[in-house]
């Protein structure tokens, strides 16, 4: 895992803090596992997504981000949501976002394969991501189809509500009345985004 890490020039690039060269190390400690994934989670997310803005090395960082997203021993979901707040303006913000969102969208296959995944919350996770990249709606329409755990399908309509808002509209409506109340919720919030009540 991490294939390719030592080949960026980390101290060329900047973060939060200055000089990215501590980068690589906590990507390390963060595919290690335990307590160690979670401390470097929480250090990735300092340094490279401070207060909401991202970096040159955040740019770097992003295929390492996808990678760990998918294989991670921890934390995988929390992965996949980071990559979601990264490629999303509501939340993500600086000179470097444009090209952020860009290498985030440019791994939107691996995020369409997470939409299978065994755990839900990576799937859930996968829908938000897939939608702030602007990545082809196909995938979540196939997921839509079959995914009937009640923490992914709020995730899920939100996505098609931002992503295919017409052809979504219909079934935004009938989930307001007959879903359960997240997923009401969440149609109710993609109608109002998209100026329907």
């Known amino acids: 895992m991490l294939d390719g890490l030592d ?3 980390w101290s060329e690039l900047s973060h939060a803090y200055g000089d990215a060269g501590d980068v690589p190390g906590l990507l390390r400690r963060a595919a290690s596992g335990g307590d160690a994934t979670e401390e470097a989670f929480s250090e990735i997310i300092g340094c ?3 207060q ?4 040159s090395a955040t740019v770097a960082a ?7 997203a998918r ?3 921890a934390r995988r979901s929390e992965f996949v949501w980071l990559l979601g707040m990264l490629s999303d303006p509501h939340h993500a913000h600086g000179s470097a ?3 952020v969102k860009a290498a985030i969208s440019a791994d939107a296959d691996v995020l369409v394969a997470l939409l299978g995944d065994a755990d839900p919350q990576v799937r859930a996770a996968s829908a938000y991501a897939l939608a702030q990249c602007a990545a082809p709606s196909g995938p979540l329409w196939d997921r839509w189809a079959v995914e009937d755990d009640e923490e992914v399908r709020p995730s ?5 509500g931002l992503l295919d808002p017409a052809r979504a509209a219909e079934d935004l409506n009938r989930a307001v009345v007959h879903a359960p109340p997240t997923e009401r919720v969440a149609a109710a919030l993609a109608l109002a ?3 329907e009540t």
């Open 52 to 55: 909401g803005t991202v970096y």
């Open 62 to 68: 992003v295929p390492f981000l996808t990678e760990l």
């Open 48 to 50: 490279l997504f401070h």
């Open 156 to 160: 899920l309509t939100l996505a098609l």
């Open 7 to 9: 080949d960026v020039e």
């Open 71 to 73: 294989y991670a021993p």
């Open 97 to 99: 976002f444009d090209a």
């Open 193 to 195: 985004r998209n100026g």
